[in-house]
């Protein structure tokens, strides 16, 4: 019976799964991480009422669904009326440096019921991403012409660099150190090639990425910034970095941009570094999931893939890289380095 309840738990958990992502943009909407971080301690519902919309016959309401904000590891409540921030709420606070909020935002874009309308996307053509079904062009097309999704685009990729990168520089010390140039490829705004610029000077750095993205950023003296297409150019450098780029294609494309990054290396010491989720490294229930809900969200969003160790290295050996090796780092994503 116990087993049965279980079960029966798990599958209402997923029924009613749909509840997270709305108690989460209700949070985001009301800045409730916010409130808290700046009242500095634990908060009592009455000064969170005092913040906010929430009429004072309603701070049952109020209460129940901060409640339910502990339950998803948020919060945590001392007694019935204290709250406080989880070590994980950092990532949903407006103005923390590893804030994820510009993500959640363009996540919350759009009609999420039809982007969810799975059925018909597998019933489509198999090379079509339900955004291309629905807007007829895809993302970075679609972007070119929209200003403002433009924006909330670039600015959701920035808001994840400043996860990622620390990570990898700290984790891949070995592999920057003998590179004397490098061009981040779909480096979008450049918060990356700006990190690795910093912590390893001796980098000469640049980011590529097509002209509508490096139209909107400021100009960094570190970083040089080059408006094309990497399925026709890539400037010549020591080594290509490429974050968060070939999880949006599919196997056929990837192999012609990594063709094109290995004619962009020296033969002697080129290497590309790739940054993207491998996802059968094993690392717990919590990670394992959000890389397996990755690549669908890949599956909706670009017609693109998340890929196992095995795949990796059967796409990068394609590209006629002679070698490659994974490393794996305190972030969602691994490290994955051909070497000419
Ligand atoms: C998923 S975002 C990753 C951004 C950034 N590397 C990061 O890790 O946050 C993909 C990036 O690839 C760029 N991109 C897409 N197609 C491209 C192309 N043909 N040439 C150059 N960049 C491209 C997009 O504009 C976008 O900035």
Redesign the pocket.
């Known amino acids: 019976m116990a087993e049965e309840l279980n079960d029966l738990a798990l599958v209402w958990g997923h029924i009613v799964a749909f509840l997270d992502s709305a108690v989460l943009k209700w949070a985001l909407d009301l800045g409730i991480a916010d409130i808290i971080h700046w009242c500095g301690g634990p908060t009592t519902i009455s000064q969170l009422s005092s913040s906010l919309p929430v009429p004072a016959n309603n701070s049952d309401n109020l209460r129940r669904l901060m409640r339910y904000l502990v339950y998803m590891g948020l919060l945590t409540s001392q007694g019935e009326d204290l709250y406080w921030l989880t070590s994980a709420a950092k990532f949903i606070l407006v103005g923390d440096e590893k804030s994820l909020v510009p993500f959640a935002r363009l996540t919350q874009q759009g009609d999420g019921n039809k982007w969810l309308d799975l059925g018909s996307l597998l019933e489509e053509k198999a090379s079509k991403s339900t955004f291309e079904v629905l807007n007829g062009e895809d993302m ?1 097309s679609y ?1 070119a012409k929209h200003a403002e999704y433009n924006k909330f ?2 600015e959701a ?2 808001s ?2 400043p996860i ?1 990168t620390p990570a990898l520089i700290e984790g891949c010390r070995d592999i920057f150190q003998g590179i004397t140039s490098l061009v ?5 705004t450049g ?2 090639s700006r990190a690795i610029a910093k912590a390893f000077p001796h980098i000469k750095c640049s980011v ?3 002209p ?2 490096i139209e909107t950023i400021p100009n960094y003296p570190e970083v040089e910034q080059v408006p ?4 026709s150019f890539i400037p010549h450098n020591h080594a290509v970095m ?4 070939l ?2 294609w599919d196997d056929e494309d990837c192999v012609k941009i990594l063709k094109r990054c290995k004619e962009a290396i020296p033969e002697k010491g080129g290497k590309v570094i790739i ?1 993207d989720i491998v996802m059968d490294i094993e690392e717990g229930h919590n990670i394992t999931r959000t890389r397996y809900a990755f690549d669908v969200i890949m599956m909706i969003s ?1 017609g693109g893939k998340e890929r196992t160790e095995k795949e990796w290295r059967k796409l990068v050996s394609s590209a006629g890289f002679s070698r490659c090796e994974i490393t794996v780092i305190n972030a969602l994503q691994s490290v994955i380095v051909g070497y000419a």
């Open positions: 970075s972007a685009f670039n990729m920035a994840d660099a990622v981040d490829i779909g480096g979008g918060t990356a590529l990425d097509l509508h993205v094309g297409d990497m399925f490429m974050m968060k780029i999880h949006d940054v670009t």
